[in-house]
């Protein structure tokens, strides 16, 4: 296990992504009601995910030299990148650049937290293989034009509480919510002075090459990366 002050300097590069993930809420948010997508938010995407691809390097880098340099008669002078193998193939040949291609004879225990947080293990480690992606399109954008808007209506009767529905949900006739009629054809309750109703529309930003939510992908990769360190050490 690597000592304290190697972990804790992995911890401490996830606390900064988490800074700037924070920082990064905020300048979307001014870009969505200005309708813009600044440099500064590009910019501040690439620096997240940048700083959790390189955060899992680092990682790989300290297990080697802890758990997998000590076991090989001729070490790679030049080590590199955390394996996030879509097949064996794959993460045989990452951990080649390691000398380590054939990690379960040479540290089976080592292999196996390897192998539990590869993309061909588990579906859920896509996460990743998007992060190494992502990090090495360095031109990869947002698309602010294809902004994805989301309707959510909330229907609340004072005193008595309140529902509210998103995309996905319709109402065919005779429907009622907090006792007001649902127009089939609106799929809005009638007008009624004793319910309040509003609609909000919320958008997001997507990642331009898949389409993915880009604030949610930050997080992800920032939960992902912690989860990574925590197995590993």
């Keep these: ?3 304290d002050k190697e972990v804790g300097l992995l911890y401490s590069m996830i606390v900064r992504a988490d800074k700037l993930a924070t920082e990064l809420q905020e300048i979307y ?6 309708k813009n997508i600044s440099p500064e938010a590009l910019n501040l995407t690439h620096e997240v995910i940048e700083k959790c691809s390189n955060t899992l390097d680092q990682s790989m880098s300290v297990l ?3 758990e997998i340099r000590p076991h090989l008669q001729n070490p790679p002078v030049k080590g590199g990148y955390f394996p996030a193998g879509k097949d064996e193939n794959a993460y045989r040949s990452t951990l080649g650049q390691w000398g380590a291609a054939d990690l379960r004879s040479i540290n089976p225990s080592v ?4 192998r539990s947080l590869q ?3 588990d579906d859920k480690n896509g996460i990743y ?3 190494k992606g992502f990090a090495a399109h360095k031109h990869t954008g947002l698309r602010p ?3 994805s808007e989301q309707r959510r209506v909330n229907v609340t009767r004072p005193g008595v509480g309140g529902v509210s529905w998103g995309p996905g949900v319709t109402f065919s006739g005779a429907v009622s919510v907090m006792g007001v009629p649902i127009n089939p054809y609106t799929q809005m309750p009638a007008h ?11 958008v997001r930003f997507l990642i331009e090459d898949t389409g993915e939510d880009a604030l949610a992908f930050c997080k992800s990769a920032i939960s992902a990366t912690r989860t990574a360190i925590a197995k590993l050490f």
């Design 1 to 3: 296990m690597a000592d």
């Design 29 to 34: 948010q001014r870009d969505l009601e200005e």
């Design 64 to 66: 080697f030299q802890r």
């Design 111 to 114: 292999d196996a937290k390897l």
């Design 119 to 121: 993309p061909f293990t």
């Design 129 to 131: 293989a998007r992060i």
């Design 145 to 147: 034009q294809l902004r």
């Design 192 to 202: 009624n002075r004793d319910i309040d109703v509003t609609v909000e529309n919320w």
